[in-house]
């Protein structure tokens, strides 16, 4: 069947922050690593369907297809496989439709970015599918320049998500740091504060203090965070 056969749609976006966990087991697939392009797993249980997803995405992605929903999770549960940037996978399928897959998949540990893909997605559907962590929702046939669209957007957003969470990291390591150098060295350095604060000012921070300059950073990860929460919200009331 060839993509055009699959064309003519009206797509339906839900979207949300996604996160990328990584597995510390060994016996589970290893987290995902730097790659050229970023590995995608595409799931569905036509064949020619698997053949477009190849013909139209093999290019710019690293393309895994996978026949069903069970093969994917029996796959993952055998360990030794790399986890994906994200998936795409068919509603409907035999043994496992690609929600409970979801959910299998994050009861060992990986909640991975994924859009789904449905011939017939009802309000129920469309619910369940978002409360077990599916990020966007198309309806087939799609156009194959529209999951495209999707697919780079869940990546950027995924990136976003990656960096928020390693930034947010330092800056509370920071913060840590701080704190343990003023219990470690207040009793054997009387000037302390002072010398970090000179030192931050001769960084050009002006009349800033080291404590000054990490709780501001702390007030603004607050910002972040509530900024997030409020765009999740206004994300879900679009669907």
Do not use: W
Not at 35 to 46: A, C, M, N
Not at 61 to 90: H, M
Not at 154 to 175: F, G, N, P, T, Y
């Amino acid at each position: 069947m060839s993509s055009a056969a699959k064309a003519n749609v009206d797509s339906s976006s839900i979207g949300t922050d996604a996160k990328s966990p990584e597995s510390k087991s060994k016996d589970r697939p290893s987290p995902p690593t730097a790659r050229s392009k970023p590995l995608i797993y595409f799931v569905d249980d036509e064949p020619d369907m698997l053949e477009v997803f190849e013909a139209c995405f093999a290019r710019k992605f690293e393309v895994r297809t996978f026949p069903s929903a069970y093969d994917l999770v029996e796959t993952f549960a055998g360990g030794n496989i790399p986890v994906p940037q994200l998936i795409v996978t068919d509603l409907r399928m035999a043994k496992m439709d690609g929600v409970k897959m979801l959910a299998a998949l994050k009861s060992m540990g990986h909640e991975i970015p994924a859009i789904l893909l449905s011939g017939n997605v009802d309000k129920s559907s469309a619910v369940e599918a978002l409360n077990h962590g599916f990020y966007r929702i198309l309806e087939k046939p799609f156009e194959p320049a529209t999951l495209e669209s999707y697919i780079n957007e869940l990546l950027m957003e995924a990136k976003i998500s990656r960096v928020r969470e390693e930034v947010r990291l330092h800056v509370r390591k920071l913060a840590e740091i701080y704190q343990a150098m003023r219990m470690l060295l207040a009793g054997r350095v009387d000037n302390l504060n002072e010398i970090l604060d000179e030192a931050v000012r001769s960084q050009g921070s002006g009349t800033e203090s080291f404590e000054d300059i990490v709780s501001r950073l702390e007030k603004r990860l607050d910002e972040l965070l509530k900024v997030e929460e409020v765009t999740d919200l206004l994300r879900k009331g679009r669907r």
